[in-house]
């Protein structure tokens, strides 16, 4: 029997707020660790690209940004272009649709084909809903967040301890605030009970299902409610190793991003404020990813289910002074957590280093269905390492793009297991020593020791630009010699 395929991803979640990994003391993620405890856990799987809408496309399609054509937030899935549920439907899959979008700024998750709600855009389902809450994207086109308060009888929950930063022009966006209602009346308990009801929906039918369910955290605003808002006390988290962070040597961009939130004059203690809510907001997914296991394993499918769960990027929280993403191709925001529970996993439990994709899923998981990944994909399937097979792809570097966000970045980059060299066109380039630097904190571009190291990155990622029909491989090439 063709198994299931259940996707949980969370928006903008950091490697190390899933305690599976054994980098963060603090959080408390029981569920999703125990689905690393069935599976395998990837301690190297980038995004493509670390901003919201053009990875989602990516994970859905299986391509990169330029090949999809988001390659920037607010835009649409080029004409013509499958994703994740077309190919699946080969296969007689049955596919589903619960949460968060924002792959595609025109069509929706209905318009593809998917079983679920609709939620257009970016569409925080609290915004214009919630009294209190300044965070202003609403839904497009209804609010079926607002459906299922009035239908669950719960009121409107009020927002209340709303957290800014200091600059006027950049306050609208809260980075957390406490939900005052019952954790059933939040965003993520309505995520699940979608996802669980798609599911019950699929469950019924005799054709296997994916389903792809997407929580909206802990992306900012952190709205939070009780337990999980006090559930972490700020004092306990330790300063991040990057806060050192000085700008010097470093593209002019990332310390105008810094002023930009305004979160410097609270130093520290503001960043432990902000991540004591972030880890809350972890741990509340966590449970929510709990009870939608619960449901598939009521409904008898767990046994023949692969379950995934991992996020688009991550989220700086403090590190190199930075929150969210942007244009500064750092860790915190490109490595994401990747856990894998396939039910005929032959090494439960264990972790795997191997240089893998978010975008790679869809290969994988086509293949894990029996159908022959097309060869337009840009990746390949990783199916033997989530079986925890003896496996290598023969990768030694990643290549991750980022095109805009704050400004228009046009960046580039190549990361090895011990070296990186990220290209800014119109600003320094960045060559950080992972061994002797692993908070990237020291960029050695233009030192003549990393001479031989900068050369080779820069006909790595040459080699990437060309292979992959790259549109700044022209400008690149002009660039490289003289940068």
């Known amino acids: 029997k063709r198994p299931n395929i259940l996707v949980l991803m969370a928006d903008q979640q950091r490697l190390d707020t899933v305690g599976a990994y054994g980098l963060n003391d603090l959080i408390r993620t029981p569920h999703i660790d125990a689905l690393a405890q069935r599976g395998v856990r990837f301690s190297q799987a980038f995004t493509p690209t670390a901003i919201c809408?053009?990875?989602?496309?990516?994970?859905?399609?299986?391509?990169?940004?330029?090949h999809h054509g988001v390659t920037g937030n607010g835009l649409a899935i080029r004409e013509g272009v499958r994703g994740f549920n077309h190919y699946l439907a080969e296969a007689g899959y049955q596919s589903g649709y619960a949460g968060k979008w924002h792959a595609d700024e025109v069509r929706g998750p209905s318009d593809y084909g998917f079983i679920g709600r609709d939620f257009m855009g970016y569409a925080f389902p609290g915004a214009g809903l919630l009294p209190g809450l300044q965070f202003a994207p609403k839904p497009k086109t209804g609010n079926p967040y607002a459906d299922y308060l009035a239908e669950r009888?719960?009121?409107l929950p009020t927002v209340?301890?709303?957290?800014v930063g200091t600059n006027p022009g950049c306050s609208a966006q809260e980075m957390y605030a406490l939900h005052e209602g019952p954790v059933e009346s939040c965003i993520e308990y309505f995520v699940a009970e979608e996802a669980i009801r798609v599911m019950e929906q699929m469950a019924a039918q005799d054709e296997p299902f994916f389903l792809w369910a997407n929580f909206w955290g802990p992306h900012t605003p952190c709205l939070v409610p009780e337990p999980y808002f006090s559930m972490y006390n700020?004092?306990?988290?330790?300063?991040?190793?990057?806060?050192?962070?000085?700008?010097?040597?470093?593209?002019?961009?990332?310390?105008i991003i810094e002023r930009m939130w305004g979160l410097g004059d609270y130093g520290w203690r503001g960043f432990q404020e902000i991540s004591a809510r972030y880890f809350g907001h972890c741990t509340l997914i966590d449970d929510m990813v709990g009870r939608v296991v619960a449901a598939l394993e009521r409904l008898g499918q767990l046994d023949n289910t692969i379950i995934i769960y991992t996020a688009d990027h991550g989220d700086c929280l403090g590190a190199h002074k930075l929150i969210e993403k942007g244009e500064f191709m750092y860790d915190e925001i490109y490595r994401i957590p990747l856990v894998v529970a396939h039910p005929e996993c032959q090494?439960?439990?264990?972790?795997?280093?191997?240089l893998v994709y978010l975008h790679e899923v869809l290969p994988s998981m086509l293949t894990a269905a029996g159908i022959e990944a097309p060869n337009e994909l840009d990746g390949q399937s990783f199916l033997p390492a989530m079986l925890g097979q003896a496996w290598d792809n023969g990768r030694a570097e990643v290549f991750c793009i980022f095109n805009n966000h704050f400004t228009t970045a046009n960046q580039?980059?190549?990361?090895t297991h011990t070296h990186q060299f990220t290209f800014n066109p119109s600003d320094i380039g960045e060559l950080y020593d992972l061994v002797n630097d692993p908070y990237q904190l020291h960029n050695r571009y233009g030192d003549p020791a990393y001479?031989?190291?900068?050369?080779?990155?820069?006909?790595?990622?040459?080699?990437?630009?060309?292979?992959?029909g790259d549109p700044q491989l022209s400008w690149f090439q002009r660039m490289r010699h003289v940068y």
């Open 153 to 155: 009888g719960l009121g």
């Open 412 to 415: 580039r980059m190549v990361r």
């Open 451 to 468: 001479d031989a190291v900068r050369l080779d990155l820069m006909d790595r990622m040459e080699a990437h630009m060309t292979a992959l």
């Open 234 to 255: 700020p004092d306990d988290i330790p300063e991040h190793p990057s806060y050192c962070e000085t700008f010097e040597n470093k593209p002019r961009v990332q310390s």
């Open 160 to 163: 209340s301890h709303r957290y």
């Open 53 to 66: 809408s053009p990875a989602r496309a990516s994970f859905y399609t299986g391509l990169y940004p330029h």
């Open 347 to 354: 090494t439960p439990g264990a972790e795997r280093d191997d």
